[in-house]
């Protein structure tokens, strides 16, 4: 699973910085974590592939998350696209991108689903090889924040091994699964013989916007990476509070608590050009943590 | 006047080019034509300032001239904008913005007024110093061109020579509106004295997006500047037709029928990389061409 950061700045650009976007890479398929104007040319910018993305979730209405939706959702058809595309995003999205669509006659090459969040989270796409969850956070408005989790694909095939013991490739899913490989003489090939440990399924959590809350704590408890939004430093707390954000020191803590295993700060405020005291600020509560920065993938 | 590129692509941005937006300067007055997504980022990089908006004109629904305008729109909020903002747009936009804002429980720290357009065009701004009028062009969809003229301000003060003849400042309008200055002795200071020719009106045609068409010729007779969209080369004008957009060709043959005195190309397609050959064939027709770029500025 890798993360890549299109935008990590709060409302305001600034700095070279960007509203909120992000892709999580799975397995080839590119989940697009909500959507800030310009996103479309920051993947461009970044070589992220738009017909990969078939999954785009936005946390809230604020629009420094979605305001790079209604051009995206454009372009894809400009380009073509035949491939259907799922939004997951609370109701408020629905009526607005109906009437943008609607006022320019647009009608879209590719079917798009739209999938309306709401109440206490729940799955929202379960694939062979991944799922993710919502589940709410707190920021004012109805929020959400979304857990990705990779699922193991079983056991990993050693092709040189396999050539060895002249097992073909239509039994590789069987060598996947556990299973030993009989020969056509009888002879019994061990599974351990011809593969090796599967990769680890990961966890990211993805919580932004959101104040300093236990509430979604059980959900991400042990996860490999919890991006956690960051828009202020402990010195202006108060700010934090009164907008429903969160400050380094409070992303550290709930890191912390969650036993994650790395911490990736963002939703940077534009008042901070200098981001190092976020850094120094989070790590002395939970020393593996990572200021974000356009352009970077993260891998988990 | 002067007119600052910010985007001259047509919708798929590409080759570094944005979606359509531009701001023209008139006496400090900031107009901003189209608002493609990234134009509050583009305005930041090429120093336009937004508290010098007080004007900005939408000329159709197609999202690449006007995904920006949310945020932008949000972004001044957020700065603590207490000026009027007055935007001029199809009465589609108005019901977006709305839900926009009502979606994220926004409360402007402005007054926003919704100018609508429709009609066969007529007078929007009407100042002192400048006006605005809008008119139809041919888009398939509902879509305006704009014209933006200054206003003479009277002769032109010649701070030295007033300073000589001991002329008070309170006495400059009655000099600028072309009178003589009567000394407190009886003598008279003749107005050529200490004036000079004021700067001539200048009168800037904006024409986006349109197919080739005649029938706002007269409206934009003898133009300083025209700015008329070529999509396509010629080579593609069966595409420009049937897209309801121009060549450069075309374009280059209505500035001629208006007697413009300067061309500006703009709106290309994205499937140009070198706008080179945009120039070549409209020089045929029409000599006093440039083709736009975005970030430099055009003073007529």
Known sequence: MRVTILGNNSALPAFGRHPTAQ???VYGEVLLLDCGEGTQLQMQRYGQKWKNVHHIFISHMHGDHYFGLPGLVNSMSLLGRTAP???YAPAGLEPILDLIL????????????FHRLSGEGGRLVESPTFSV?????????????????TKT???RILPEKCKEYNIPVEHFEELKDGNDFVAPDGAIIKNAWVTAEGPEPKRYAYCTDTLFTERFLPLIQGVDMIYHESTYLEEDEDKAIARFHSTATQAAELARMANAKHLLLGHFSSKYKELEPFREQAARIFPNVTVSVEGVAYDL
């Open 102 to 113: 609607r006022s320019a006659n647009t009608e879209l090459k590719y079917p798009l689903h």
């Open 133 to 149: 969850d919502f589940f709410p956070v707190e920021h004012g408005i109805e929020c959400y924040g979304f857990l990705v989790e």
């Open 23 to 25: 892709t999580v890479t």
């Open 153 to 155: 694909r079983g056991r």
């Open 85 to 87: 595309l799922n939004i």
